[in-house]
């Protein structure tokens, strides 16, 4: 067991940051088993890592679709960032740097292809059956998904970071909300986190990408550096780095003075600036937007097609591969292989569809959309004549 509250968490500045909840429930795992060296919270790190979603983030979008320019912000980039602005804040708050890595490592397991956009098409695709949102879906993941439908087997704490870190609200300030949830049960996008290093990460996935999204777009040539408004300049500074340290000084010095995870007035007034710059600059900008049709058509049609394959096929596994395509015979194999967990766990395989796409990376979803339309079987035909 770690230390007791009073010894792991201590004080800065006179006050003390500690978690109510017993260490005992937020070190919990749903399966107990017998803890090693790591302890408990490295040890979600090192499951977390070597998970299947945790390696396809590399080719997932951040905010440009499909990156191939090596330098450009993927997803698994953005969660080491959060990951290390996150174990910065926490240190200077002597709070738990474990646990804070691990729930910034899993926070964004369940996006999409295509990022927010691909997160907005399956919810519109998903409205009649309750729609859905990549923090739900990262608790999915880590509790029914990943190893075949057994999941990791995480802590409370690190679960309950994940499911409520919600990085698209912007408050000023926050508190851990001291409350034992069925997290497994949690529909609607309304809770704090349960720990300091929880409430912690979800201020820092919003340090995180608002400067490194701005250096990507002057990268690309989206945007010039004079281009960014003075008021926020003025405060927060003009690159990354430095709008980075800017806000992590401020929170915790804010953290000091108020005994809460925020940020000043006036960097808070700054941050609201860049943030609504970048939605009109960024992520409306017609380099998006321009081709959003393209993307939301690609995945109404994995999700159409694979759904009158499911309809045909069902758990005849053997007929995926008359399709005759790829992207029909992986579907098939990863029926085959998820088939106790459809069929024991869920008693339903009406959620497969969803959590086959969602899964996908950006390229492997366009990849798939080509063996609908043409596949590569075909395309060889002749090349043996």
Same mark, same amino acid.
């Given at each position: ?60 979008? =951040? ?42 490592? %899993? ?15 399956? =919810? ?5 059956? %309750? ?9 999915? =993941? ?10 990791l087997n995480l802590t409370y704490a690190v679960r309950d970071g994940i499911i409520n870190h919600c990085g698209e609200a912007f408050e000023q300030s926050i508190r851990p909300d001291f409350r034992v949830r069925d997290l497994g049960a949690i529909e ?80 808070? %007034? ?88 969602? %899964? ?26």
């Amino acid at each position: 067991m770690r230390p007791s509250h009073g010894e792991a968490n201590g004080t800065t500045g006179g006050r003390a940051f500690i978690n109510e909840l017993d260490d005992a429930l937020l070190v919990r795992r749903e399966h107990p088993r017998d803890e090693d060296l790591r302890g408990y919270y490295f040890r979600d790190i090192t499951a977390i890592v070597h998970s299947y979603p945790f390696r396809r983030l590399k080719h997932k979008t =951040q905010v440009f679709f499909a990156p191939k320019n090596d330098h450009i912000c993927t997803r698994i980039e953005h969660v080491m960032h959060v990951a290390t602005i996150s174990a910065t804040i926490c240190k200077a708050l002597d709070l738990d740097v474990d646990l804070a890595w691990a729930i910034s490592l %899993g926070h964004d397991l369940g996006h999409t292809p295509f990022g927010h956009l691909g997160e907005s098409i399956l =919810q519109e695709l998903l409205k009649e059956r %309750g729609g859905f949102s990549h923090e739900i879906y990262s608790l999915r =993941q880590v509790d029914r998904l990943i190893n075949y439908g057994r999941g990791l087997n995480l802590t409370y704490a690190v679960r309950d970071g994940i499911i409520n870190h919600c990085g698209e609200a912007f408050e000023q300030s926050i508190r851990p909300d001291f409350r034992v949830r069925d997290l497994g049960a949690i529909e609607r996008l309304e809770y704090y986190p349960c720990t300091w290093e929880g409430t912690v990460m979800r201020m820092a996935d919003k340090v995180a990408y608002l400067g490194r999204d701005i250096e990507d777009a002057i990268h690309l040539g989206v945007l010039k550096p004079d281009d960014l408004p003075a008021e926020a300049v003025a405060v927060l500074g003009r690159t990354n780095s430095e709008i980075i340290d800017a806000m992590v000084k401020d929170i915790i010095a804010c953290a000091e003075s108020s005994g809460e995870i925020g940020f000043s007035d006036e960097v808070f %007034g700054a941050l609201s600036l860049l943030a609504d710059f970048n939605y009109e600059r960024i992520y409306l900008s017609p380099l998006l937007t321009d081709f959003h049709e393209y993307f939301e058509r690609m995945l109404r049609i994995l999700f159409d097609y694979l759904g009158e394959l499911f309809a045909r096929c069902g758990a005849d596994f053997a007929r995926y591969e008359r399709e005759r395509n790829r992207l029909a015979v992986r579907f098939g194999d990863y029926l085959a292989k998820m088939e106790g967990f459809y069929e024991t766990s869920e008693r339903s395989w009406d959620r497969a569809i969803v959590d086959y796409i969602a %899964g996908m990376t950006d390229d492997f979803a366009i990849e798939s959309v080509r063996e609908i339309m043409l596949p590569a079987e075909f395309e060889s035909l002749f090349e043996k004549l």
